[in-house]
């Protein structure tokens, strides 16, 4: 038998048409390196009953892998090259998660990717913003600081932009914050939390150390701890030596926030995380896009958190993410304003 609370519930989900319980998940560039290990993930969330994987090759192949996990979602792959494939891909899709386009060397920024990238993920918004206007966009591709605000420009150039439904996933950092804190202090990594805030790339990744039950580690160690959570990127680079960047932890964090954003959109309370999206923070300077902690819900962001007390070295820290991610998010707008849509 049924309680009335079950009852109620079930009765929500089997008639509700804007807080559906079963979700569709969309993964472009799901044949990557990220896109893979992202989609089993995706694979494993009982959120998720449609996932689609698209990419340029290998999509169908991870797809039918997939398949075969007896979780309680079909998985379908999509190409190029069949007619409508992207638009099969994305029709009416939840959540759009984006890992396509190419990843660094080692010696190269995240920067040097926009030459190729750029085009890639306008080219995607292009799509999403025809056959799933109301999916929350999640963008990994780098550079996130620069591709977010392109997606955006797109999404208004077609009519349909909507800012609580973009966001910019920055969900590494968090994750590199929690486990490098806990290699300092000799912690349990799962029981650390770091709120990094700012953007997606070097000294735009604000981690705020002052908030933590750590803030009063010796200043050396602190800058140490900081930089190493800013440059994270770098040692991956290295290590992988020409094959790549971050695959693995990454389709962990971009799992991870794809968990919270179903969550929100399917209704539960407190669901915050934050992430690189249009902000009202700093806009007064000029800095349109920002990262900082989001309440989750079904409409998208529906809370923008500030940043609360923040030290002074921080402070002086934050003057100079903005003068980058000022930067960073005009090449984006400006690369679609050229691209003359
Ligand atoms: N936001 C973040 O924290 C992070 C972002 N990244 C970024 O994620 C991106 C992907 O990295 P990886 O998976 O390692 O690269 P990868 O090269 O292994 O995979 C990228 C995939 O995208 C596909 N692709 C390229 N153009 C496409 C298009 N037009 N449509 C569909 N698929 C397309 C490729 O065929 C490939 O399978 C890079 O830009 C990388 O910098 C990587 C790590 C962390
Ligand atoms: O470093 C890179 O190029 C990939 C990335 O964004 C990260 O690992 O944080």
């Not at 392109?150 to 996933?169: M, R």
């Not at 050396?220 to 960047?245: M, Y």
């Not at 300077?285 to 923040?310: D, M, Q, R, V, Y």
């Amino acid at each position: 038998m049924f309680s009335t609370k079950a009852l109620n519930k079930s009765t929500q989900r089997l008639f509700s048409t804007t807080n559906p319980t079963n979700f569709k998940v969309t993964v472009l560039g799901a044949g990557g390196g990220i896109g893979q290990p992202l989609s089993l993930l995706m694979k494993l969330n009982h959120k998720v009953t449609d996932l689609r994987l698209y990419d340029l090759r290998g999509a169908k192949g991870v797809a039918t892998d997939l398949s075969h996990i007896p979780t309680n979602s079909t998985v379908q792959g999509f190409t190029p090259e069949e007619s409508d494939g992207l638009k099969n891909a994305l029709d009416n899709t939840d959540v759009v998660l984006i890992p396509a386009g190419v990843p660094r060397k080692p010696g190269m920024t995240r920067d040097d990717l926009f030459s190729i990238n750029a085009g890639i993920v306008r080219d995607l918004a292009k799509a999403a913003a025809q056959y799933c206007p109301n999916a929350a966009i999640c963008v990994i591709s780098n550079p996130v600081n620069s591709t977010v605000p392109i997606v955006a420009e797109v999404f208004k150039k077609s009519g349909v932009y909507n800012p609580k439904k973009l966001f910019g996933v920055t969900t590494l950092d968090s994750i590199r914050a929690s486990r490098f804190i806990s290699e300092v202090e000799g912690t349990n990594p799962t029981q650390e939390k770091v709120t990094v805030v700012g953007g997606h790339s070097g000294v735009t990744i604000l981690p705020l150390i002052s908030q933590t039950k750590h803030s009063m580690m010796p200043k050396e160690t602190r800058e140490k701890l900081i930089h190493r959570i800013q440059f994270g990127g770098d040692e991956v680079v290295q290590a992988k030596n020409g094959a790549g960047s971050a695959t693995l932890s990454m389709a962990q964090a971009g799992a991870l926030f794809a968990g919270k954003i179903l969550q929100g959109l399917d209704g539960e309370a407190d669901v915050i995380t934050p992430s690189f999206v249009d902000s009202p923070l700093f806009k007064n300077e000029g800095i349109e896009f920002f990262s900082s902690p989001i309440t989750l819900g079904p409409e998208g962001a529906e809370k923008i958190h500030s940043l609360g007390n923040l030290s002074s070295e921080e402070e002086e820290m934050l003057a100079t993410c903005k003068e980058t991610l000022v930067k960073n998010i005009a090449k984006g707008k400006k690369f679609i304003d050229d691209s003359k849509l």
